[in-house]
């Protein structure tokens, strides 16, 4: 019996033009909203890739969630485990956990949707921060979450 292909929703032209926009921009040093340059190493190429993340603090700790789900940034911080968030200068190495206890990784989950909400509801097939316990948990496995240890 084949395993259920991970929820991923892959990035259209236009939003793949606006992350590119927006990861230049946090690389110049102006974060919109908070977003920063992820920079991790690729599993396969084992070269160093791009993308804007939108970091989230819950509870005064650090977290990367992945809005589109199983991405392709995603699958390499599982391998890679950890990379740089770049905003200008500014420049943190980090390492991550994984979060996979369900109450947990639906704590942040509500956090991160009552403050991106407005940009990431439209992948989270209908739950909301306003959603109950139990739908948060439902769609906490189509969205990996990771605690973000920052070195030095």
Do not use: C
Request: aromatic letters at 10%; charged letters at 20%.
């Amino acid at each position: 019996m084949n395993a259920p292909t991970p929820y991923y929703v892959q990035a259209g032209r236009l939003a793949t033009r606006f992350n590119a926009l927006f990861g230049r921009l946090a690389r110049w040093g102006v974060s919109v909203a908070g977003t920063a340059e992820l920079s991790v190493r690729g599993r396969t190429s084992g070269r160093m890739q791009w993308i804007p993340v939108n970091p989230h603090t819950f509870e005064g700790v650090p977290y990367l969630v992945s809005a589109r789900g199983h991405s392709q940034w995603v699958r390499n911080m599982r391998v890679a485990g950890g990379g740089e968030l770049r905003v200008g200068r500014r420049v943190r190495s980090f390492t991550v956990t994984e979060i996979t206890d369900p109450v947990r990784k639906a704590a942040v989950l509500r956090a991160y949707l009552e403050k991106w909400g407005w940009e990431v509801n439209r992948f989270f097939q209908g739950v909301t921060a306003t959603s109950s316990d139990a739908e948060l948990q439902a769609a906490a496995d189509d969205h990996p979450v990771f605690r973000i240890s920052v070195r030095g």
